[in-house]
């Protein structure tokens, strides 16, 4: 059982940038695939970025690639993404997960799942 507590978010303008944190607890996180979702008022929950389980493969959106960076650090436990350049269409709440897969794009893949956490960018 794992548990994800997400922090970070928050009201920037356009062009700022935000890092965003996932912390899990239990003691096997390097067993898993990480993930970052983000789902916008009206719109489908939609993956980001993903990372493996020692973090020497990612993988992003074409929406954000270039401008966001996905990390992790297996001694904290913790999972991060830089976010760059943001737009106001990256408005939406931001989720990590934790998936046993080696690897997943896919949301229902994901075991579990953290509250989310708000990130606004104004124009």
């Known amino acids: 059982q794992v548990q994800l507590v997400e922090s970070g978010g928050g009201l920037v303008q356009a062009g700022d940038s935000l890092r965003l944190s996932c912390t899990a607890s239990?003691?096997?996180?390097?067993?898993?695939?990480m993930g970052w979702f983000r789902q916008a008022p009206g719109k489908e929950r939609e993956f980001i970025a993903g990372?493996?389980?020692?973090?020497?493969?990612?993988f992003y959106a074409d929406s954000v690639k270039g401008r966001f960076t996905i990390s992790r650090d297996n001694a904290k436990n913790t999972v991060y993404l830089q976010m760059n350049s943001l737009k106001p269409e990256d408005t939406a709440v931001y989720y990590c997960?934790?998936?046993?897969?080696?690897?997943?794009?896919?949301?229902?893949?994901?075991?579990?799942w953290g509250q989310g956490t708000q990130v606004t960018v104004s124009s």
């Open positions: 997960a934790s998936s046993v897969r080696v690897f997943s794009m896919r949301d229902y893949e994901y075991d579990y």
């Open positions: 239990g003691r096997t996180f390097s067993s898993y695939a």
């Open positions: 990372i493996t389980r020692i973090g020497s493969s990612t």
